[in-house]
């Protein structure tokens, strides 16, 4: 059995990276899910949502979807 190289993940792009749009068949739209480790620090967790979707958006995404509670995460529930 071989194994394929996965693609690098938009995450691992240095802050201001180009992403390049894939093309997209007539009547597709282009979907995100945002996976982060919010912490406490709730305009820090805010900041790191507004990066990953503005990643997102560059790649093409037209819906973007965010976790539950992604703004603050208590201590208590990590």
Do not use: D
Request: no cysteine; aromatic share 4%.
């Amino acid at each position: 059995m071989t194994t394929k190289k996965l693609p690098r993940s938009s995450i691992a792009r240095p802050k201001g990276a180009q992403v390049k749009k894939p093309a997209v068949q007539a009547g597709a739209v282009r979907v995100a899910a945002i996976q982060m480790a919010s912490g406490p620090n709730v305009a820090s967790n805010l900041a790191e949502a507004e990066r990953l979707i503005e990643l997102a958006v560059g790649g093409g995404a037209r819906l973007v979807a965010l976790p539950e509670f992604f703004a603050i995460i208590s201590p208590s529930w990590a």
